[in-house]
């Protein structure tokens, strides 16, 4: 029997919570299903205060335990996310600085990482949390490295996640170690869901919009980038757009936006060949086209290194979830 702990305070995301709890329950069930001989999960909801917990939501739920310390240690801590990740309990904080170095696994769901931050047990480590708040988290927390790209992250012991339903892809993954992939399979399976989820966090992230500047030509260069992704967007071109040499426009580029023309530049067309592939039917040659990528393949390589997946996935994934996109049997084209 495999203890684990999923921690409970006021303004939790009820999902950090549920999600998980079904993954493992699942878990448990799937083993009885196949006949299999191994670890089984005894799961509790454990607070500062046990009783009735309410979520930033205003759902209730009841938490069941208390923090305890001290016995036998458990085998995984799970720690949710929610808007109480920015005023955790303090005995939240001290239970997690004694019981996460002595539980087998510490795992935080979306921005439960600012928590496991707060007890100091993300130094040294990489971690993940919601693509919105990795920035905030890395200035909060300087001592851990913050990649905001995976769905879930793995570092050691240290197990850390995106937002919301991604702690059920970092429970599919725990049970996938401690069970084997035909139990994890089929828990995805009856949830419906990937067992791994295509693509990473950048697929999920709001639209690409330059950061007002009062540095004119660096301003007049991003509004072009932006109104005609498709037109030559060289540095060259841009530099002789804004009236200024190649190599000083680059550099007053970088220096105002953080990276250089080449990379905005795609990143902008990335999100236009997005938009392109989520509401209109049209073959992928188009879209390369018309989002100025010119071929199929320079389209592909460009979501490849930006979302961490094809621009055929992408489309499926979307018009799987939007009535917007139809006639869906041109994108493969």
Known sequence: MRHVAITCFPGFQPLDITGPHEVLAGANDAMDHLGRSGPRYRIDLVAADPGPVVAQSGLPLVATHPLRTGGDPYDTIVVPGGG?????????????EAEGPRARRLASVCTGAFVVAAAGLCDGRR???????????????????????PIYQCDGA????????????????????????????????????????????????????????????VRAACELVHEAPAADLG?????????????????VFR????????RYVERVRVEAARAILEREPVGLAQVAE????????????????????????????????SPAVSGPSQAAT
């Open 255 to 262: 220096a105002e936006v953080g990276e250089s023309p080449a």
């Open 290 to 321: 018309r989002c100025g990528f010119g071929t199929t393949e320079t389209l592909r390589r460009a979501f490849h290194r930006r979302l961490g997946i094809s621009p055929a996935a992408y489309r499926r994934q979307a018009v799987s979830t």
């Open 158 to 217: 240290l197990w850390t996640s995106a937002g919301v339903t991604a702690g059920i892809d970092l429970t599919l993954a725990l049970v996938e170690q401690d069970c084997g992939p035909a139990v994890a399979q089929l828990v995805a399976r009856h949830l419906v869901v990937y067992l791994r989820r295509p693509g990473n966090q950048s697929q999920f992230g709001s639209a690409v919009w330059a950061e007002a500047t009062e540095l004119a030509p």
């Open 127 to 149: 971690v993940t949390t919601h693509w919105a708040y990795a920035a905030e988290l890395a200035a909060a927390h300087p001592g851990c490295v913050v990649d905001p790209d």
């Open 84 to 96: 109480g990740t920015r005023r955790p309990d303090a005995r939240l904080i001290r239970w997690l």
């Open 235 to 251: 540095v060259e071109a841009l530099a002789a757009h804004v009236g200024l040499s190649p190599r000083h426009f680059a550099r």
